[in-house]
């Protein structure tokens, strides 16, 4: 990669050293003997318009037999370019994607020229962007070009770099939810992940790590279970989906079954951390969790007991989708404290956003600590509503079938959750705890 102007100037020497003594070859005519029709810009410019109209044939009558192009810095495709035939199958693909030039700064010293350009073509409409700027030296002998270069300036390097960036992560994320989860491939899951992968929201009692979570993705996959994604947002280092995830029902037939929020952070192409938040329906229990919540009655209060430990916002249409992590208390039946992750879609700017202030879809899992009834241990719980602004709420709180851990161990419950997140009083939770059989 060309670092700076310096840099640039540099290659540029080097270069026009280089293919001099090509571009002359051993029966050179001096420059006062060069004929009109050789003038490097007609030449060069001729070319230009030749391939802006889609006249492949056009531009090679401007080219020597052994005419080198270079390309810096090197593209996947390649970066040098030897001879008519190569130098006319490159520029037949350039064509083919619509490619456009447009050069400006032209400047020529006898038979070597300089130039600034600017390129657009659809593999960079692709990534999001309208063209990118480069830098172009040539050297014109006999009427014909013998050898040019085109050197991408850096700025417009960073943002190619940066745009493909984004598509990796794109295509990351399409992978990780296709091929990992919704055809149990756990060859490209092992890619996928970082070694050191964490996962902030184990399920069903999986270790929160690389190994957990791709015993979830199996479980998934063995279940005919598939995702269905609504919307995606990408930066160099996050990936946010909102997922719909469809189960099969006794027919076989895939229905809406939740939809979720899932966070992840990606690192060096890989992904290295997960954070899921989940809309509507609760997973399904796992084998021996069939009693159903109503035995015994539980109510009291939670609210949330300090600030956020984590925050991330993104644009989502009209409105943001904030990830946060807060610490909440519960007292009355069930005493403690959790951890809770929540996702929340709110409709109203990410600068603006705060508890309550507009309408909003919140979802969310929690970690609990504490007793339920005098009972030691913890759970996972799915806590969710859907509120209006400045207005009080009415959302569930559920327990997870199988997260239970000590005394808490196989419990299962579900609370009706009330509040108003604008009154500074705590939330209310009234419902039924029962256990396992």
């Not at 056009?58 to 080219?63: E, Q, R, T």
Request: hydrophobic letters at 40%.
């Amino acid at each position: 990669m060309i670092k700076s102007k310096g840099s640039r100037r540099l290659f540029t020497l080097i270069f026009m050293l280089l293919f001099i003594p090509f571009a002359i070859g051993q029966g050179a005519k001096t420059v006062a003997a060069q004929a009109p029709e050789s003038n490097p810009e007609s030449i060069i410019v001729g070319i230009v318009n030749a391939l802006n109209n889609g006249d492949v044939d056009g531009a090679l009558a401007l080219v020597g037999e052994e005419a080198v192009v270079v390309l810096m810095p090197p593209p996947p495709t390649g970066a040098t370019y030897v001879g008519k035939e190569a130098i006319g199958a490159w520029w037949e693909t350039f064509v083919g994607n619509h490619g456009s030039i447009t050069i400006t700064n032209f400047q020529s010293t006898g038979t070597m020229a300089s130039w600034s350009a600017t390129i657009s073509e659809d593999t960079f409409t692709a990534l999001g962007l309208e063209s990118l700027a480069f830098e172009g030296v040539g050297i014109v002998h006999d009427g014909l070009l013998q050898s040019y270069t085109w050197i991408m300036t850096e700025e417009s390097v960073g943002r190619l770099q940066a745009a493909v960036d984004l598509a990796n992560n794109r295509a990351l994320a399409q992978r990780y939810l296709e091929e990992m989860w919704d055809n149990g491939n756990m060859a490209v899951a092992d890619e996928l992940l970082a070694d050191d992968f964490v996962d902030h929201y184990p399920l069903f009692g999986n270790a929160p790590d690389k190994a957990g979570i791709m015993a979830d993705a199996t479980n998934f996959h063995a279940d005919g279970t598939k995702n269905r994604v609504e919307e995606m947002f990408v930066t160099p280092e996050t990936i946010v989906i909102r997922d719909t995830v469809r189960m099969p029902d006794a027919n076989g037939d895939l229905q809406d079954a939740l939809e979720a929020a899932i966070f992840l952070t990606v690192k060096e192409g890989q992904i290295t951390e997960r954070r899921i938040a989940i809309f509507g329906l609760q997973p399904p229990p796992p084998p021996g969790a069939n009693a159903t919540p109503g035995n015994i009655a539980a109510e009291g209060a939670y609210m949330i007991s300090g600030p956020p430990l984590e925050r991330m916002t993104t644009p989502s249409g009209d409105g943001c989708l904030v990830n946060v992590v807060l610490p909440y208390t519960f007292n009355g039946a069930i005493t403690g404290s959790a951890e809770v992750h929540l996702a929340v879609l709110g409709q109203g700017p990410c600068e603006e956003m705060g508890p309550g202030l507009f309408d909003e879809t919140v979802a969310a899992k929690g970690a609990f600590t504490g007793t339920v009834d005098g009972k030691a241990g913890t759970f996972a719980f799915l806590y969710g509503f859907q509120g209006q602004a400045k207005q009080p709420f009415d959302g569930f709180i559920r327990i997870i079938p199988g997260s239970g851990t000590g005394e808490l161990q196989g419990i299962l419950g579900e609370f009706k959750a009330t509040g108003n997140p604008l009154s500074g009083e705590p939330f209310v939770y009234v419902g039924n705890y029962a256990w396992a059989e």
